[in-house]
């Protein structure tokens, strides 16, 4: 096999992150102007106007919507993995502070509301994460903060015009596209005015210290969380998983039919004034004008009405449904922010899957001691620590399965690409692998996209750690999947399978492993049109075309490949008790 990997145009990349590995290794904060130079340097496809005097508004909202809104007011970001190690470095009991949370990133951090943000880590790739998202936006904050200061630009913000044209006066005065500022609107929401206002009252000065610095403060968080895990399901330790990466609602929504019961009050919730466009979805849908699939649409109506007060009662009812149908829900606590589900096989009611769900024998479940093992998909190598951690410790590890996004290089948002070979950058190995899943396996249930199987993908160390020389090397070597997990998922494979660690910088065969492996990506985003991707926030309604067709596919894999193997296993005894 010919394989080349993209050394050239890596240089700035690999110097940036020796750069701030080795700042962090002080056991004082480092300021991130210190950064900077090496950041602007890398000429990241997220920054490309890093060194530029223009504010790069594309890098600005794509680091917001990864942030915190208490950003602004934050001096000083600790980053740690537990705790107690919290507690040890002086910062007392950081759970007592205000919980925060950004809109498109997942990581449990807490607010001590005046200037200190605490934010817990699963493995290095939060730092591949949080350090370029910082000095990407402190960079973009104080272009904004020196534009700012104009007095004609301050008059706008004091005697702020909420408009169209209000909004295009002042994008002019920043020397902005209108169309940014407009979309820095959206992000902000109610804070846009006071988020400008502390914008123009401050030069951002951040500084970062990293309290976890080994490979083995990882694995005991880790260790730590998965305990959590078996204290709340104990059978686990001995049953038969299938081990999912996805989200928290796909393949609930899936399995127990709440949503399609509960269909009147779901609609009822849409034909409010506010809901306008989702009832005219729902009425196009009804009409058959347009191919969206209907439960597609009340699983998504269903999650924006949980979100809303009106939403309580029925939160403790799905609650409730989801208990009697075998789903557990466990939050992660104390540690990284991964929650859990296990479901159990044989609890599941079969007149409530999702019609996509409906295989043959599937009410021979009911004897399975399998369980399903969902996680909120980790970021990078917490993806390799989690499955190593789970493989040891649960009965039989019958099958991997990872659902998520990635950008694309030969396709366009909504496409589901389906891998046979990763190229892993941490590793630096290229593993070859036989992918459960084929087009076939989507084709029908995917309405806006196209199915791209046979596909090379590369697991990137970070988003921001890439630059158009680094991706036009891999495009020209046949890689289109861009994403974060995939390689460090299949390094923890290797290990599941092979009596030894991983191996570096190799042609990794993978073929005949002793589980069902499938990984499927769904394109949120194109390279060439930064900052528009299906990350900028919520998930859109039409983003859930290939989110439920990559959560079909898996759950029919699953419910075929038990209720095959239940029924194996049941013949042979009928047989036997008839013979004698």
């Known amino acids: 096999m010919d394989r080349t990997v993209p050394r050239t145009g890596s240089e700035d990349i690999e110097l940036y992150i020796r750069t701030y590995y080795s700042l962090l290794r002080a056991s004082a904060d480092v300021r991130i102007r210190a950064l900077e130079e090496a950041h602007a340097r890398m000429g990241s496809s997220l920054h490309l106007e890093a060194r530029g005097l223009e504010p790069d508004m594309a890098a600005f909202i794509y680091a917001s919507l990864r942030l915190p809104p208490c950003i602004g007011d934050v001096r000083r ?28 990133r997942r990581r449990r951090s807490y607010f001590d509301g005046r200037s200190t943000l605490a934010c817990y880590i699963a493995s290095g790739t939060d730092i591949d994460d949080v350090v370029p998202l910082l000095t990407a936006f402190q960079i973009e904050w104080n272009k904004l903060h020196q534009r700012l200061r104009g007095e004609q630009v301050r008059a706008l913000l004091r005697e702020p015009v909420d408009t169209p044209e209000g909004l295009a006066r002042l994008a002019a005065g920043l020397g902005v596209a209108v ?24 030069e951002m000065r951040l500084s970062v210290r990293l309290l976890a610095r080994t490979m083995n403060d990882y694995r005991r968080a880790t260790h730590r969380w998965f305990d959590h895990v078996l204290e709340a399901f104990p059978p686990l330790a001995e049953r038969p998983v299938y081990f999912v990466s996805s989200n928290t609602h796909s393949l609930v929504n899936l399995l127990t039919g709440f949503a ?15 809901n306008a466009d989702l009832l005219a979805e729902w009425r196009e849908i009804e009409r058959r004008s347009v191919p969206s699939s209907r439960e597609n649409f009340l699983y998504y109506a269903l999650k924006k009405l949980l979100s809303t007060p009106a939403g309580a009662a029925l939160a403790a009812e799905r609650a409730a449904a989801e208990r009697g149908r075998g789903i557990l829900r466990i939050p992660s606590e104390h540690v990284f922010d991964i929650q859990a589900q296990v479901v159990d096989l ?13 295989v043959p ?8 001691r399998a369980v399903i093992l969902n996680i909120d998909y980790p970021l990078g190598l917490a993806a390799y620590l989690v499955l190593t951690e789970v493989a040891a410790r649960v009965g039989e590890l019958r099958g991997v399965y990872i659902m998520g996004k990635a950008a694309t290089l030969n396709g366009i948002i909504g496409d589901v690409m389906i891998p046979s070979v990763v190229h892993d950058e941490h590793s630096q190995n290229t593993y070859l692998f036989d992918n459960a899943f084929t087009a076939e396996d989507l084709a029908d249930d995917l309405t806006y996209g196209t199915v791209l199987d046979n596909q090379k993908g590369v697991s990137v160390r970070g988003t921001f750690l890439q630059t158009p020389r680094y991706v036009d090397v891999f495009y020209r070597e046949g890689y289109t999947d861009i994403e974060m997990e995939a390689g460090p998922y299949l390094s923890a494979m290797y290990e599941i399978s092979r009596p030894r660690r991983h191996p570096e910088n190799e042609i990794v065969d993978l073929h005949g492993l002793p589980f069902d492996v499938g990984i499927l990506h769904y394109a949120s985003d194109t390279p060439l049109s930064k900052g528009r991707n299906l990350g900028s926030g919520s998930l859109s309604y039409f983003g859930m075309d290939p989110t439920y067709a990559t959560a079909v596919a898996i759950l029919r894999r699953i419910l075929r490949s038990e209720a095959r193997r239940v029924t194996a296993e049941t013949e042979p005894v009928r047989a036997a008790g008839t013979a004698g």
Not at 94 to 104: D, F, G, I
Not at 179 to 202: C, K
């Open 77 to 104: 970001v600790v980053l740690g993995q537990s705790r107690e190690q919290f507690a040890q470095a002086g910062l007392g009991d950081v759970e007592s502070w205000t919980l925060v949370s950004a809109p498109a």
């Open 179 to 202: 169309e940014d500022l407009g979309r820095l609107r959206q992000v902000w929401r109610e804070r846009f005015w006071d988020m400008l206002r502390q914008v123009a009252s401050h």
């Open 260 to 274: 399609l019961r509960h269909q009147a009050a779901i609609l009822d919730f849409v034909s409010r004034p506010e």
């Open 346 to 358: 044989s609890l599941l009611e079969p007149a409530d899957l999702d019609p996509r769900l409906q």
């Open 361 to 368: 024998e599937v009410e021979h479940l009911r004897r399975s």
